[in-house]
Each structure stands twice: as C-alpha cells, then as structure tokens.
C-alpha cells in the first residue's frame, strides 16, 4: 500500500512538471515566429500574471561543457499595473564581467537591435538566478515591439564572448495579447 502511494505521488509529481515544462518550451532554434502566452495565478490573491515567452535559441557558437546545452529565450511579463522583460536561460548563466550591487549582479554589455549600431545595456541577476532583467523595462519593451531581431553578447565563463540572437518576429502581437487582458 505505501509503495503504491509513493509511486503515484512521483508519478502526479512527475506529470505536473512536465506540464508546466510544456507551457513554456518551444522547439530550440525554431524557425515558428510564434510566442507562447502563458498565466499564472497567485492562490493567495488571486491576482494573474502573463507572460509572452520567444522561441528558445542557442548561442550563435556552441560553448563548452558544462554549457554546451545552454538555451535562452525573451520574456514580457506583466500584471496589468506593472510590466518588465528579461532573458531566461536553462543554465545559470556565469558571466564574467559584472558589478555587485546589493543582492544583484549588475551586468552591462553589448546588444544590437536588427541591423542597428550596437548599444551598451543593463541587466540585472540575481545571485544564482536564471534570468537576466533589463534595467530599463520601458525603453527595451518599445524596442522589443519595432524591431525583429535581438542580438546579446555575454562574456560567460570559460567560453568568452557569447552571442544569443533572439527572434522578435510575433513579439508585438503578444504583446497586444496580454495588454488588452487588462484592458477595461
């Protein structure tokens, strides 16, 4: 009787994760221009939050172990007061070249927007977080939304300079998507 329990206990477990996986994943290096939409709800409050998740990508050139496996991908999130966009990666990323400040790692590097110069820009980490957030959330969003493509460089550990370029082809339209949720 305990065994069976404990096996359908892993078993539910096991299903639950892959089902939140599965609302987030999309296919790495997909050539789909489609932006997963995705809510969570807070139990406590009931308020939601939306997130417009891009394609997964891998860097431009394969890194070495143990970040050979290393994907990332863009994210708009809002709860309909706030909004805010950061990178995700499946591996903590271990950048070289960063700034302590208080609990976060503060990051400044290159990115190019389409075929534009490339301009410095802030990002912040949290200590063994898996995201890296623009300091600037307005400014970036607007630039997310006219432009169709973002180019990041990261100088991570043991692999240089790093390049992810993110495809913002159907970024606007999810955008539109997830604002007019909260649109009266």
């Known amino acids: 009787m305990i065994k069976s329990k404990s096996l359908a206990v892993v078993v539910l477990l096991f299903f639950t994760v892959m089902l939140l996986v599965s609302c987030v ?16 709800k807070d139990p406590m409050t009931g308020k939601e939050v939306w997130h417009a ?32 966009i950061y990178i995700g990666f499946n591996n903590i990323p271990n950048i070289e070249d960063f700034e302590i400040v208080g609990d976060y790692l503060r990051i400044t590097t290159r990115v190019k927007w389409d075929n534009e110069e490339p301009i410095y820009t802030v990002f912040y980490q949290k200590f063994s977080s898996n995201f890296l957030h623009f300091a600037e959330y307005a400014q970036n969003i607007e630039r997310v939304i006219n432009h169709k493509t973002l180019l990041l460089e ?21 955008i539109e998507t997830i604002r007019s949720k909260f649109r009266n």
Do not use: C, H, R
Not at 25 to 40: F, G, R
Not at 67 to 79: G, I, K, P, Q, R
Not at 159 to 168: I, K, R, S, T
């Open 53 to 84: 998740i891009s394609p997964k990508v891998k860097p431009l050139k394969p890194m070495s172990f143990p970040y050979n496996d290393t994907e990332a991908w863009l994210v708009f999130s809002t709860d309909g007061t706030n909004e805010w």
């Open 25 to 40: 994943q999309t296919p790495s290096n997909s050539s789909s221009s489609s932006w997963k939409i995705v809510s969570e």
């Open 154 to 174: 990261l100088d991570w550990y043991l692999n240089g300079l790093v390049y992810f370029e993110f495809p913002l082809e159907g970024a606007k339209e999810a």
